[in-house]
């Protein structure tokens, strides 16, 4: 079985910082893509950004210069570095991997963590 936890989420004021972490844990032969999507209140998921496993990132216009995503391959685990946040960037802020599993190493599935909430007020 294969698990992802997000952490780091919490209350900062406009204009602060914030760094989120997630791991996939479990029984894994690789781990693909991984990537940061978030969802507001009364609004559709967003994606964030995605890292594929040789690095590649791509940001949604909304976060570019903003946010950076990092990932360390060895240790299944992506970070995501929110800087001069708004308080339209308050949202359950949810990882996502693409999974080989040891048990099944035909076929890939995404593996969803439940989220961390990023609120962004004064």
């Known amino acids: 079985q294969v698990q992802v936890v997000e952490s780091g989420g919490g209350l900062v004021l406009p204009g602060g910082s914030l760094r989120l972490s997630c791991a996939a844990s479990?029984?894994?032969?690789?781990?693909?893509?991984m990537a940061w999507y978030r969802q507001a209140p009364e609004k559709q998921r967003e994606l964030v950004a995605t890292?594929?496993?040789?690095?590649?990132?791509n940001y949604a216009d909304s976060v570019k210069g903003r946010f950076t995503a990092n990932r360390h391959n060895a240790e299944n685990t992506l970070s995501l570095q929110m800087d001069m946040l708004k308080p339209e960037d308050t949202a359950v802020y949810l990882c996502n991997a693409v999974v080989v599993s040891n048990t099944d190493r035909q076929r890939a599935m995404t593996v969803w963590g439940k989220g961390t909430l990023v609120t962004v007020s004064s």
């Open positions: 479990g029984s894994i032969f690789r781990v693909n893509t």
């Open positions: 890292v594929s496993r040789d690095g590649t990132t």
